[in-house]
Nanobody
Framework: HVQLVESGGGPVQAGGSLTLSCAAS????????MAWFRQAPGKGREGVAL????????YYADSVNGRFTISHNYAKNTYDLQMNNLKPEDTAMYYC?????????????????WGQGTQVTVS
């Protein structure tokens, strides 16, 4: 089992930046993909960014491509989401998710390890 804890959310003005962090613990040796999803009120959970573990490729939703960057912070052993040029439509609860088998996938149902989420509010 993998435990995930997100941090770094908060209020920010449009055009600003935030960095979210996801600390993974437990059985992390078998991780194959780390992902950030978000869910706005009244909407479904959508994938934002994915990264294959072990220095693999990263992937982004069209809505955030060029503004968000997902990375593995080896010093802190966290998976971070750097968010720049934030827009009001980026307002959502952001969740970290992990897969322990299989490739990266945009479907939330393919992930069985989730954090509790961190709120990002852009005004």
């Amino acid at each position: 089992h993998v435990q995930l804890v997100e941090s770094g959310g908060g209020p920010v003005q449009a055009g600003g930046s935030l960095t979210l962090s996801c600390a993974a613990s437990g059985y992390t040796y078998g991780l194959t993909c780390m992902a950030w999803f978000r869910q706005a009120p009244g909407k479904g959970r959508e994938g934002v960014a994915l990264i294959r573990t072990g220095g693999g490729a990263d992937y982004y939703a069209d809505s955030v491509n060029g503004r968000f960057t997902i990375s593995h912070n080896y010093a802190k052993n966290t998976y971070d989401l750097q968010m720049n040029n934030l827009k009001p439509e980026d307002t959502a609860m952001y969740y970290c998710a992990a897969r322990v088998s299989g490739n990266c996938n945009w479907l939330p149902g393919r992930y069985n390890n989730w954090g509790q989420g961190t709120q990002v509010t852009v005004s």
